[in-house]
């Protein structure tokens, strides 16, 4: 079973920056990107960052220019530099794996969720 683990979150005021970390299971060879999700309450999931396994990487217009995915392969972690956060910035913070493995066995065509970690910024 594959497993995302989530870290990072917290209570900030705007204009701090967090850092999020999602730590996959399995074999990064099946992975073919990895993202970072958000809800805030009454909202629909939203797509805030993506990076694929060749390191493209593609940004929710709100956040471009003030986030930063990243990706160290060889731990299949991915990484969520948030700066000069806004209160708009509040929601639960989803981890996202296109494709996974368990034992030996790749899921390309998986998609796999983390728990989620809470962000909120104060104004």
């Known amino acids: 079973q594959v497993q995302l683990v989530e870290s990072g979150g917290g209570l900030v005021q705007a204009g701090r920056s967090l850092r999020l970390s999602c730590a996959a299971s399995?074999?990064?060879?099946?992975?073919?990107?990895m993202g970072w999700y958000r809800q805030a309450p009454g909202k629909e999931r939203e797509l805030v960052a993506e990076?694929?396994?060749?390191?493209?990487?593609h940004y929710a217009a709100s956040v471009k220019g003030r986030f930063t995915i990243s990706r160290d392969k060889a731990k299949n972690t991915v990484y969520l530099q948030m700066n000069r956060l806004k209160p708009d910035d509040t929601a639960a913070y989803y981890c996202?794996?296109?494709?996974?493995?368990?034992?030996?066995?790749?899921?390309?065509?998986?998609?796999?969720w983390g728990q989620g970690t809470q962000v909120t910024v104060s104004s």
């Open positions: 990076i694929s396994s060749g390191g493209s990487t």
């Open positions: 399995g074999d990064p060879i099946c992975v073919s990107a």
């Open positions: 996202n794996s296109r494709g996974g493995s368990s034992g030996s066995v790749c899921y390309p065509g998986n998609t796999y």
